[in-house]
């Protein structure tokens, strides 16, 4: 016991033993450099010297185009650059698609030839315009009729056509909300901007086809829809859109959603224009909001 506890203290002196190496000059036998070191301190400044060494190649690696030329680098950041652009063209294609299916459908609007091959039935919460429970009850008709005996000889409510645009038709609220800015042709602003809540869903105002689905530059995801009477409906601004070109949207039912943040009050508001026989007309004339 004694001699092995002699040599674990030998071991531990020879490790701290310092060795001296000098540089001497040959013809003067001058020392010109020394320097004191033992076995342990020697290899404590070798793995600091080699872990800032290291730290220093992985830097100079990381932050310069060095990395370019290490094997399997390079692949990963083309695949991952190949995916993106694959994606970027999809995304272009089904766009030119839209762009394409838009323009046919208005030219087969402009020519009255337009056809529905098929109606998608989807389920969802909607008012059909032959809802029971919009149609007038014995007191509202009497009501009615002795309005228009009372009004029969006023010059004033006189209509001067036979028809209106709103004969027959019953508009449903696009959004619940606050309208921000009002109808104003002067100012190019040819429809009413809403206010929404956090993710409100919009409806269609009027049965109708859809006949433009897309993404808008200036007016963000917008859906516009064909209503029957020349009426037009476009919703502009929202976050999502739940219908495609073509489809067959029923009164009340869901056609978007916009969602509410509260960076800007624009991307939580919904743009809506109402339009008759290619003229914007005011919603709230129209709707009651």
């Known amino acids: ?11 531990w002196k020879r490790l701290h033993f310092k060795y001296r190496l000098s540089i001497m000059n040959e013809n003067t036998l001058e020392e010109i450099w020394k320097i004191k070191a033992s076995i342990f301190s020697g290899a404590v400044l070798l793995l600091i010297f080699a872990f800032f060494l290291i730290s220093i190649t992985s830097a100079i690696i990381i932050a310069t185009p060095i990395r370019y030329y290490l094997p399997g680098y390079l692949d990963a950041e083309v695949r991952e650059k190949a995916l993106r652009s694959a994606i970027k063209t999809d995304s272009l294609e089904q766009q030119l698609k839209y762009q394409e299916a838009y323009i046919n459908n208005l030219r087969d ?50 209509s001067p056509t036979t028809t209106t645009p709103m004969e027959s038709v019953i508009f449903f609220k696009p959004a619940v909300g606050t309208i921000i800015s009002k109808f ?4 190019n602003h040819f429809g009413i901007t809403i206010k929404t809540s956090a993710k409100t869903t919009i409806s269609a105002t009027l049965e109708g086809i859809v006949i433009y689905a897309g993404l808008d530059i200036k007016a963000g995801y917008t859906i516009q829809i064909q209503h029957k009477n020349g009426f037009i409906s ?9 219908k495609k070109l073509g489809e067959k949207v029923r009164t009340g039912e869901a056609i978007a959603i916009i969602e509410n943040t509260k960076e800007e009050v624009a991307a939580s508001s919904l743009e809506f224009e109402l339009w008759y026989k290619g003229s914007a007309v005011n919603p709230e004339n129209y709707i009651s909001f």
């Open 109 to 158: 609007i402009f020519k009255g030839t337009r056809q529905i091959d098929s109606v998608k039935t989807i389920d969802t919460i909607s008012v059909s315009e032959n809802d029971p429970l919009l149609k007038k009850t014995d007191r509202e008709k009497a009501y009615t009729k002795r309005f228009e005996e009372e009004e029969k000889y006023n010059l004033s409510v006189l």
């Open 1 to 11: 016991m004694v001699k092995k506890k002699k040599n674990k203290h030998n071991f």
């Open 184 to 187: 104003d042709p002067k100012k």
């Open 234 to 242: 476009i919703y502009k601004n929202n976050s999502l859109l739940l």
